[in-house]
């Protein structure tokens, strides 16, 4: 069992950076995939990004590669998302999300736990 809760959110004007972090509970943080969803108003679901066990291997989607990273700490079973850059069409609910394991890293279906969320609004 693995609990998530989110945070780092908040209001931020466009080219700015902001952290966010997941904080788990549970003896076997490591041994879980983790990842960085999405979700805007009136929009679905979208991967953002995701780091495997040990944080060997990291996969990002197209809309974020070169400006977020994701990182994890084991020792404090916590994982970030470092975002610079922000862009308006960042604006929205992020997620994160822990899975034992999968085909698809960017399939929300394929993870067995999630946080509550926490919201990002990007300003122009």
């Known amino acids: 069992q693995v609990q998530l809760v989110e945070s780092g959110g908040g209001l931020i004007q466009a080219g700015g950076s902001l952290r966010l972090s997941c904080a788990a509970s549970?003896?076997?943080?490591?041994?879980?995939?983790m990842g960085w969803f999405r979700q805007a108003p009136g929009k679905e679901r979208e991967f953002v990004a995701a780091i495997t066990w040990w944080g060997v291997g990291t996969n990002y989607a197209d809309s974020v590669k070169g400006r977020f990273t994701i990182s994890r700490d084991d020792a404090k079973n916590t994982v970030y998302l470092q975002m610079n850059s922000l862009k308006p069409e960042d604006t929205a609910v992020y997620y994160c999300a822990a899975r034992r394991g999968g085909s698809a890293y960017d399939r929300s279906n394929e993870y067995d736990y999630w946080g509550q969320g926490t919201q990002v609004t990007v300003s122009s």
């Open positions: 549970g003896r076997t943080f490591s041994n879980y995939d």
